[in-house]
Nanobody
Framework: QVQLRESGGGPVPAGGSLRLSCAASGYTKRDSCVGWFRQPPGNGRERLVL???????AYADSGMGRFTFSRDDAKNILYLQMNTLKPEDTAMYYC??????????????????WGQGTQVTVSS
């Protein structure tokens, strides 16, 4: 069974940085699409970054140049380094997985597995 558990969120001033972590288990690392979504207050879930195997991660415009996805397969941890945070980055952040090598869908409903989320609050 796939399990995902995020950590590392919290309050941060604008311009600051956070690194989110996702402890992952139960899926084949190289054959699954994994990544991060977020859900701002009052809005739907939106894709931030998705990656499969050793392919270059695909970033959404909202995080381009500020957010960096990485993974430590030995420890089964996914990371999201977030720099130069803005108040509009305030959201619940979710780690996701899909047991398929196709990462081209941005629809949250196409991702089978979600963590419980970690809240990021950026103050101005």
């Amino acid at each position: 069974q796939v399990q995902l558990r995020e950590s590392g969120g919290g309050p941060v001033p604008a311009g600051g940085s956070l690194r989110l972590s996702c402890a992952a288990s139960g899926y084949t690392k190289r054959d699954s699409c994994v990544g991060w979504f977020r859900q701002p207050p009052g809005n739907g879930r939106e894709r931030l970054v998705l990656s499969v195997g050793v392919d270059v991660p695909a970033y959404a415009d909202s995080g381009m140049g500020r957010f960096t996805f990485s993974r430590d397969d030995a420890k089964n941890i996914l990371y999201l380094q977030m720099n130069t945070l803005k108040p509009e980055d305030t959201a619940m952040y979710y780690c996701v997985a899909r047991p398929d090598t196709y990462c081209g869908t941005w629809s949250p409903s196409d991702y089978n597995y979600w963590g419980q989320g970690t809240q990021v609050t950026v103050s101005s």
